[in-house]
């Protein structure tokens, strides 16, 4: 099984809304990541997390937080988001502790839209 | 910092034929690795070709295969024999070695193969 899961592949949420996230991965990974992409840009690093700890956090506001119950789920909490803040959500994983040079798996995305 | 440019916004190639596609990075580091990801339609990155600097030898993945040129911090894809599935955005990324999975991409390059 090489798969990373996301749901929900869309989410439409108002700006006063509370929503989540959420990513799953049975590959025994130990690293996992939340990447946001705007339209016709590149994935942009937000969140990284080894051995269920936040190890990386690239300057997010604070409406978004992230959370990693256990080493196969990811989860990202969003509160009182922008309008600017719809993008593709994309989480991967990667085998992580002393193979950090490994390549890194990624799900199929969150379309999210904050209206 | 590093920075990953590709200078090809399009592309567009014959089915059956070959397409380069060019990336070029910028680094201090001594230690890091390079990818091509491929992002179809459905959104998902899925990786194509990973080369580690330390590597003398250019990587090949069936079809796809990579010009590593350290040097001059060249990185390029060539795709033999296009197929109507490899049509997709193309990204080049850079990973420092050691690090966690922080990739930095590319702009990317949107291929077309057309039949």
């Known amino acids: 099984d090489t798969e990373v899961t996301q749901t929900p592949k869309h989410l439409v949420m108002g700006m006063t809304n509370k929503k989540s996230l959420k990513c799953e991965q049975h590959m025994g990974h130990r690293a996992m990541y939340w990447y946001k992409q705007k339209a016709k840009k590149p994935p942009e690093l937000m969140f990284v997390?080894?051995?269920?700890?936040?190890?990386i956090n690239e300057s997010v506001p604070s409406r978004f937080s992230p959370e990693c119950p256990n080493s196969s789920l990811l989860n990202l909490h969003l509160h009182a988001l922008q309008p600017e803040d719809s993008a593709l959500y994309l989480c991967?994983?990667?085998?992580?502790?002393?193979?950090?040079?490994?390549?890194?798996?990624f799900g199929q995305g969150t379309r999210l839209t904050v209206v | 910092a590093q920075t990953v440019t590709q200078s090809q916004p399009e592309m567009s190639v014959q089915e059956a034929e070959t397409v380069t596609l060019s990336c070029t990075y910028d680094?201090?580091?001594?230690?890091?690795?390079l990818f091509w990801y491929k992002q179809p339609p459905s959104r998902q990155m899925i990786l194509v070709i990973r080369?580690?600097?330390?590597?003398?030898q250019n990587a090949t993945e069936n079809r796809f295969s990579v010009n590593f040129q350290k040097a001059a911090k060249s990185f390029s894809l060539k795709i033999s024999d296009s197929q109507l599935g490899d049509t997709a955005m193309y990204f080049c990324a850079f990973m420092r070695g050691g690090s966690q999975g922080n990739l930095i991409f590319g702009k990317g390059t949107k291929l077309s193969v057309k039949p």
């Open positions: 680094t201090s580091e001594s230690n890091y690795y």
């Open positions: 997390y080894s051995y269920e700890k936040l190890s």
């Open positions: 991967a994983s990667s085998q992580g502790g002393q193979r950090l040079n490994t390549e890194a798996f």
């Open positions: 080369q580690e600097a330390y590597k003398q």
